[in-house]
């Protein structure tokens, strides 16, 4: 059976993960999954983006990469501004709380020059769709009664159709024109929290 999975741990097997890979795959995109375990003694800007670097310095051609991020990995929102990378953004951290991790996200997602699409649940605490409707040059999907994994605790059905509608969303924004080169992309998938 495995080892038990640690509290916010997402692997890139999970069906959220997973069918963000296929629909990147089906998009034309090259996939890199990045697996990895968050050691919460570190600094988590650090970590994301030094695992953020690794995966973009792997790319071999003139277009720039399409990065999906569950969560914590949206710390990486400063870097992709940086670098004008277009991203998916699940279940980005902007909760209204301010805290230090959402205000560098936050501040990472306004001063994007790239489309990006942001993904969250209203029953999950970190996610707040009014933060997400104010970010420059974002579409949002917002999965009502979906938690932090965008899943709709008690239903099944529920769940299964926020799956679709997420899977759907990534499909049609992987989908679109890519700047520059010959098609042929890497998407960073990364599972962290």
Request: glycine share 8%; net charge negative.
């Amino acid at each position: 059976m495995g080892r038990p999975l640690a509290r916010g741990q997402l692997p890139p097997t999970a069906p959220l993960l997973w069918f963000a890979r296929e629909a990147a795959l089906a998009g034309g995109w090259n996939v890199l999954a990045v697996s990895d375990a968050f050691n919460r003694t570190d600094d988590p800007l650090r970590w994301v983006e030094e695992r953020a670097e690794a995966a973009i310095r792997h790319i071999d051609g003139p277009a720039p990469p399409l990065l999906i991020a569950k969560s914590l990995t949206s710390l990486a929102a400063p870097l992709a501004a940086r670098l004008g990378l277009p991203a998916v953004w699940l279940t980005p951290l902007i909760n209204a709380a301010g805290t230090s991790v959402s205000q560098l996200v936050l501040d990472g997602l306004a001063a994007a020059s790239a489309p990006c699409l942001l993904v969250g649940g209203t029953a999950d605490p970190t996610w707040d769709a009014r933060i997400a409707r104010s970010v420059p040059r974002a579409e949002v999907l917002e999965i009502s009664d979906a938690d932090h994994l965008l899943q709709i605790p008690g239903n099944l059905a529920g769940t299964l159709d926020a799956l679709h509608r997420v899977a759907s969303a990534l499909a049609a924004f992987v989908a679109r024109p890519k700047s520059g080169g010959d098609g042929q992309r890497l998407t960073g998938l990364d599972q962290q929290m």
